[in-house]
């Protein structure tokens, strides 16, 4: 989006948008949700009155224009896909786009052991998310660890990673992490940072062996108090050779989206997606932190 306070600008806009335009229509979806630049939202109303209210969004701005795609059954909205059940609740499973190419990060690259350990298991992490029925959750992992053995990864670290994927409980993956909680660096502890190289020697036993030399020296006393750790970082030749990791990526934006986390680029046509049905019974256990528009 260019600038990085793009996103900022973004936001303050099309939350003013929202409140002066989606939010005053006398016909209210039961639910609106924003990331980026996708909504899903769940009309209860008519198909023709949606079609009124889209139009209606596309006409109150001359840069703010929407495409809508809606369907009674199901969604496929980020990187998951909103069924309705047979009881008429709502539950998720995994959506990839046709185009994606699975290209995760190679076994023989190089990169540290346990970065590869945690690739896998953290995609699985991200389905075990997003699947509410177990049945979906074991499909859609066959198929990702089937793309990882391609990838060069050894049967045994794959079974390993779905083995503590299984033992995941899906209620508490839901639960929002409290900031205040997240690791930082403790003031006390000293990071040493290398260009990773696995031909590298043991650099930290290195330094835990001979830590008396430095701790000897009166001008480094002050840092010998402090813990010392170690830390890993990549060339610019290594970075190019093995892309952008995927691991994170899509598990941030499925949990962003629950969240209603959101960012849109304002001159960029927006996409809707919108289920529509009489009535649904909505899933508490994966929507307990949603805020709702009120129904009129």
């Known amino acids: 989006m260019g600038s990085k306070v793009s996103p900022t600008f973004a936001n303050l806009f099309m939350e003013n948008f929202e409140n002066k335009w989606v939010y005053t229509y006398p016909l209210q979806p039961l639910v609106w949700y924003r990331y980026i630049d996708d909504i899903f939202a769940i009309w209860t109303h008519s198909e023709n009155e949606l079609k009124q209210f889209i139009e209606h969004l596309n006409?109150?701005?001359?840069?703010?224009?929407?495409?809508?795609?809606?369907?009674?059954?199901?969604?496929?909205?980020?990187?998951?896909?909103?069924?309705?059940?047979?009881?008429?609740?709502?539950?998720?499973?995994?959506?990839?786009?046709?185009?994606?190419?699975?290209?995760?990060?190679?076994?023989?690259?190089?990169?540290?052991?346990?970065?590869?350990?945690?690739?896998?298991?953290?995609?699985?992490?991200?389905?075990?998310?997003?699947?509410?029925?177990?049945?979906?959750?074991?499909?859609?992992?066959?198929?990702?660890?089937?793309?990882?053995?391609?990838?060069?990864?050894?049967?045994?670290?794959?079974?390993?990673?779905?083995?503590?994927?299984?033992?995941?409980?899906?209620?508490?993956?839901?639960?929002?992490?409290?900031?205040?909680?997240?690791?930082?660096?403790s003031p006390d502890e000293l990071i040493m940072v290398v260009t990773y190289n696995p031909a590298n020697p043991d650099v930290k036993n290195i330094l835990d062996n001979n830590w008396n030399i430095i701790n000897g020296s009166k001008n480094l006393k002050p840092i010998t108090q402090q813990k010392d750790n170690l830390g890993t970082t990549k060339t610019s030749k290594s970075q190019k050779q093995t892309g952008q990791s995927k691991t994170t990526t899509n598990a941030h934006k499925s949990r962003d989206f629950w969240q209603k986390s959101s960012s849109m680029c304002i001159h960029k046509k927006h996409h809707m997606h919108i289920l529509s049905k009489n009535k649904y019974k909505w899933d508490s256990e994966k929507h307990h932190n949603k805020k709702n528009i009120p129904h009129s």
């Open 59 to 185: 006409n109150v701005h001359t840069t703010i224009k929407f495409t809508a795609e809606y369907s009674k059954s199901h969604l496929n909205f980020l990187d998951t896909t909103v069924k309705k059940d047979t009881d008429d609740t709502l539950y998720t499973t995994l959506y990839t786009k046709p185009t994606d190419t699975h290209t995760y990060l190679h076994y023989t690259s190089a990169h540290p052991t346990h970065q590869k350990r945690s690739g896998p298991y953290s995609q699985l992490v991200r389905v075990r998310r997003i699947c509410k029925k177990q049945e979906d959750f074991l499909l859609n992992s066959k198929k990702i660890l089937q793309y990882y053995k391609q990838r060069g990864y050894p049967s045994h670290l794959l079974d390993e990673a779905l083995d503590k994927a299984k033992q995941l409980d899906r209620k508490i993956l839901l639960i929002p992490k409290d900031p205040d909680t997240t690791q930082s660096q």
